[in-house]
């Protein structure tokens, strides 16, 4: 192989955020291994622990978010809400609308920075959010984090809200830093995390997020067999299917530890709390019951920003690594399917159609997402860019495992990719169980008495319970079973 001249991209290393890049320098920082900002060694998680504070510029956000967070703020449909916590979360209030609106010229120079400004931005908004008074009918956001979120989001490609990018991907620290020497190695340091961000300060609502985080972190060697299986395919022959049998029992294996991972929130998070203490202060505007406008006040002061549209809160449906595994196993097709309209037959063949388009990536900051568009895939739309780029990539593989599984008589590598798919099924299995725990159960004790409204909405603003319940039903139609002759 050719060595690649000293100044080509994959050789520099990757920039520190507080050292100026030579003009005309590309920007690696994103790249980690090279790809679509996916690292060899955690995934879609950054292979450093994520930057903990901005540079005193920005000074002012992150003082604003600790101040939230040691004031104790509550949230403002709390049932026995006290005046003396009013009274401090509207001081906290007045305190964000007097911040000076801050440039972020110098933020564009680092992804790395622009995502911690996303981050506490977007924290900052939700407290604010919903610490406001349940009387108002609309949430007026105020130009100091109004005018900056949306330029950042703008940048990144993400809408002005907090994502799952947010509470879990770049929402951790190691609770005992690691050696210098040492690289950071997924299933040593499962328990070895922390979160950086919490609403609560509650063991419970960072085990929900760092249970999020480990199932990404043991999802990694998902990746590697999957990569293994796409040059086995590229050759095509008997031993290549042979060992496509193996890989496939791996990757079932790796799922079902990650299925594991989910039931043991269980651990950690009470469901009660979860529901009533936790799980409000990251709804979005499409979740909120009472149905109040989330108005982004300052908006007219960048001729370039527009009106966001998509302000789902955090979801489970933004994990980069379950969207990969759906693609990758030809599921998306089914899952992605919007099965409350006319999904696709269970028994039609994958072949027959292509699956259902990413939304376009250049403007999910602002501009509407096309009607009926399937859940998951929308919610592609909250992820990082990179990652996105990633499943389009994957998407585009010209050998799709599930096509050379469909055009083989081979009946050990029908049933391994089917041992694959039941184990993805069986991993939503634990999510409907967990829906059902969190959020339908609790849903149900608060309002006994109450006429129904239908399902509790999910923090998308999906029926949460049908949704997942509906997922899961789609992928257990994507299983082959024995080939017809």
């Given at each position: ?83 003396e916590d009013e009274k401090k979360s509207e001081r906290w209030r007045n305190s964000v609308r007097e911040l000076p609106i801050l440039s972020i010229t110098e933020l564009k120079n680092s992804e790395i920075l622009l995502r911690r400004a996303h981050h506490v931005l977007a924290w900052v908004m939700h407290f604010y959010v919903h610490t406001m008074p349940s009387t108002m009918r609309e949430i007026h956001i105020p ?137 409000p202060w990251f709804k979005g505007a499409d979740s909120d019951t009472r149905g109040r406008k989330w108005v982004f006040d300052g908006i007219e002061l960048d001729p370039t920003l527009e009106e966001p549209t998509e302000l789902s809160g955090p979801s489970a449906g933004q994990s980069s690594l379950v969207h990969a595994l759906d693609i990758f196993l030809g599921v998306d097709r089914y899952s992605h399917s919007d ?147």
């Amino acid at each position: 192989m050719d060595t690649l001249p000293p100044n080509h991209f994959l050789n520099l290393q990757r920039p520190d955020a507080f050292v100026p890049t030579i003009a005309g320098t590309p920007d690696t920082s994103t790249l980690a291994a090279h790809d679509f900002d996916v690292d060899t060694r955690t995934g879609f998680m950054p292979p450093q622990p994520p930057l903990a504070r901005l540079p005193e510029p920005w000074e002012p956000w992150e003082a604003a978010l600790d101040d939230a967070i040691t004031s104790g703020l509550q949230l403002a449909d709390k049932p026995d809400l006290s005046d003396e916590d009013e009274k401090k979360s509207e001081r906290w209030r007045n305190s964000v609308r007097e911040l000076p609106i801050l440039s972020i010229t110098e933020l564009k120079n680092s992804e790395i920075l622009l995502r911690r400004a996303h981050h506490v931005l977007a924290w900052v908004m939700h407290f604010y959010v919903h610490t406001m008074p349940s009387t108002m009918r609309e949430i007026h956001i105020p130009p100091p984090v109004t005018v900056p979120l949306l330029q950042v989001c703008a940048q990144l490609q993400l809408p002005p809200v907090l994502t799952y990018s947010d509470d879990v991907l770049y929402n951790w620290a190691f609770k005992t830093p690691l050696a210098t020497n040492v690289l950071f190695q997924p299933k040593a340091e499962l328990h070895n995390l922390r979160c950086l961000t919490l609403f609560t300060g509650t063991r419970d609502e960072e085990e929900f997020y760092l249970s999020s985080a480990r199932i990404e972190l043991r999802g990694v060697e998902a990746l590697s067999v999957m990569r293994a299986i796409m040059d086995e395919a590229f050759v095509g022959d008997e031993i290549a299917h042979r060992r496509i049998t193996d890989y496939l029992r791996i990757l079932a294996d790796v799922i079902k530890d990650m299925q594991a991972l989910l039931a043991a929130v269980r651990e950690g998070c009470d469901p009660t709390m979860f529901y009533n203490q936790i799980r409000p202060w990251f709804k979005g505007a499409d979740s909120d019951t009472r149905g109040r406008k989330w108005v982004f006040d300052g908006i007219e002061l960048d001729p370039t920003l527009e009106e966001p549209t998509e302000l789902s809160g955090p979801s489970a449906g933004q994990s980069s690594l379950v969207h990969a595994l759906d693609i990758f196993l030809g599921v998306d097709r089914y899952s992605h399917s919007d099965f409350h309209g006319q999904a696709r037959p269970a028994s039609a063949s994958a072949s027959s159609s292509a699956p259902p388009p990413s939304p376009p990536t250049s403007t999910f900051s602002s501009a509407p997402v096309p009607p009926k568009v399937p859940f998951l895939t929308r919610m592609q739309s909250y992820m990082p860019r990179h990652h996105r780029a990633f499943l389009r990539h994957l998407q585009a593989n010209p050998r799709p495992l599930r096509t050379l599984v469909e055009q083989t008589e081979n009946e050990a590598l029908r049933e391994a990719y089917d041992v694959a798919v039941t184990a993805l099924k069986e991993f939503r299995d634990e999510h409907v169980r967990i829906v059902a725990l969190y959020i339908l159960i609790p849903s149900r004790q608060a309002h006994t008495g109450e006429p129904s409204q239908g399902g509790p909405k999910g923090t998308g603003g999906t029926d949460a319970f049908q949704f997942v319940k509906g997922v899961r039903d789609q992928t257990a139609g994507a299983l082959l079973g024995r080939p017809t002759h």
